[in-house]
């Protein structure tokens, strides 16, 4: 990075959005319930979310400490060479303040604001409320994956100053319930909804309330299957949810929420404003060794592989980068100029990971008896989905798919689902990151990663550190003990 500490706060990125002006025509006092309307607290939410997810303070970092990005160490034109390097694990404090700042402070508060303010109008707007749930539930899962014990039933009340921190395993059941409040309060009847008439306020599904419930289920799905593991009686619940025809989930690929940016000034994807800006348009990153690994042993060649990377010149093959190691120009490939593009969409949820989700559910037999070839026909599926989700043709994509021999046995359905599901999310960062850290025990997570080269010794990154901030240093609530990068939290095995 060239001692240069690149900080992508969602305030200086919220112009990257079109139609910018009426996302940050909100409430001066995020804490305070003003006669605002409550899209324009949804919808500044949801630009912070995004921009926060794509930036240099969550994305890069968790990307690179989790392994599915490559920095390239002493490479001129990589990420290291400076100092923060968080792929061996330095970290700059804006990375963790800025993050909580977005997510905790910003974010929440303006969606259990914008909930309130629905939820008292005359008439109610139960849509519009149930909206700002589904979103404040997703932001919830990221604030927990990401720090740990984070205040959840005290969080966001005028009333109390200092909330107190909530384990891991209440916040996730809070996520679960803010998504069953929501279901109960949708009203795919009612004209009052945040994107009603198109008004360009919700960016995910344009008031499509129908799609709004399917994406409720599904995230239903990924919280219960983050939490079975620590918690097996969370697996009825799954099987619920696979088993109920009535309870659609995510099903096909105008349910993804990919929200895309522009090829404008000022209002590009930061993947590659970074570049533009900081490195002249050339790719900050990487392939990782571990992601190219799983790529290149597939049976038959992987179609999605120059999709994700550049390939050098006269290079035959893919080779990654190790990482922590020293990348070369005419051996490793980069991340592709195709995938950090412009108007490149920040993407959360896809058809792919949902029938990736499924053939796992029935793989291990979650909730469900287990049933291989079940989950073999929703594994290809979900697979040819993602290839054409990259941009590869059908054709090639089922080719690429039906070159996967049937499973044969448990053990090998299992990794072979979580080595795709890892590699989907490649260039999802914390996605990539909460992936893996369920995957398995400690030592057993696919795939088997190792420390970096020049990280300090001790176990592998697994979460981010608290921040100082007024909310968590002034607050007799806090915990009170530094909790290392490398400490586990409640889920992760």
């Known amino acids: ?78 990420w290291s060479g400076g100092d923060p390097s968080p792929d061996i694990y330095t970290f700059s404090a804006n990375f963790f303040n800025n993050t909580w700042v977005s997510l905790y402070v910003r974010g929440g508060a303006n969606l259990q604001q914008a909930i309130k303010l629905s939820e008292a109008a005359s008439p109610a707007n139960n849509n519009a409320a149930a909206q700002s749930k589904v979103l404040l539930a997703m932001m919830v899962y990221d604030i927990t994956t990401t720090f740990g014990d984070v205040p959840f039933t005290e969080a966001w009340k005028a009333e109390i100053l200092y909330p107190k921190f909530d384990d891991q395993k209440t916040v996730l059941e809070g996520t679960l319930a803010l998504l069953d409040q929501a279901l109960a309060q949708f009203d795919e009847a009612s004209p009052l909804k945040i994107g009603a008439n198109n008004d360009g306020y919700d960016l995910l599904y344009k008031g499509d ?75 900050f990153f990487f392939a990782s060794k571990p992601v190219v690994d799983i790529m290149n042993a597939a049976p038959s060649v992987d179609p999605r592989l120059p999709k994700f990377f550049d390939k050098p010149a006269g290079q035959a093959t893919y080779i990654g980068v190790v990482p922590g190691a020293d990348a070369v120009d005419a051996i490793n490939p980069r991340i592709a100029a195709s995938l950090h593009s412009p108007a490149a969409p920040e993407v959360m949820y896809t058809y792919q990971e949902q029938l990736f989700a499924e053939a796992e559910v029935y793989a291990r037999g979650l909730g469900v008896p287990v049933d291989l070839g079940k989950a073999n026909t929703l594994f290809k599926q979900g697979l040819a989905e993602s290839c054409k989700f990259f941009g590869v043709s059908a054709t090639e994509a089922g080719v690429f798919s039906t070159s996967f021999p049937a499973f044969s046995g448990q053990a090998n359905a299992v ?35 190792t420390l970096p080269i020049g990280a300090p010794a001790g176990p592998i990154f697994r979460r981010f550190e608290y921040p100082i901030t007024n909310e968590i240093s002034n607050n007799p609530n806090a915990p009170k003990t530094t909790v290392r990068y490398n400490e586990k939290m409640w889920f992760d095995l």
């Open 209 to 283: 309330i129908a799609k709004w419930k399917k994406l409720a289920k599904s995230l239903k799905l990924r919280t219960l299957l983050t939490m079975v593991d620590k918690d097996p009686s969370k697996a009825a619940a799954i099987g619920t949810l696979v088993n109920d025809a009535a309870q659609a989930m995510v099903n096909g690929v105008t349910d993804n929420v990919a929200i895309p940016y522009q090829d404008v000034p000022n209002k590009r994807n930061p993947k590659y404003a970074i570049s533009l800006q900081y490195n002249g348009g050339k790719n």
């Open 415 to 449: 990794l072979t689902i979580h080595e795709q599901q890892w590699v989907d999310k490649m260039d999802r960062g914390l996605d990539a990151f909460t992936q893996w850290r369920r995957s398995g025990t400690d030592g057993s997570e696919v795939p088997v990663l």
């Open 1 to 78: 990075m060239k001692k240069i500490i690149y900080t992508f706060s969602v305030l200086t990125m919220l112009l990257t959005l079109s139609s910018c002006k009426k996302y940050l025509d909100i409430n001066t006092s995020p804490n305070t319930a003003e006669q605002v309307d409550p899209k324009l607290l949804f919808s500044y939410a949801t630009v912070a979310y995004m921009n926060l997810r794509s930036s240099g303070d969550l994305y890069i970092p968790i990307g690179l400490a989790g392994q599915s990005l490559n920095a390239g160490g002493n490479n001129p034109t990589g």
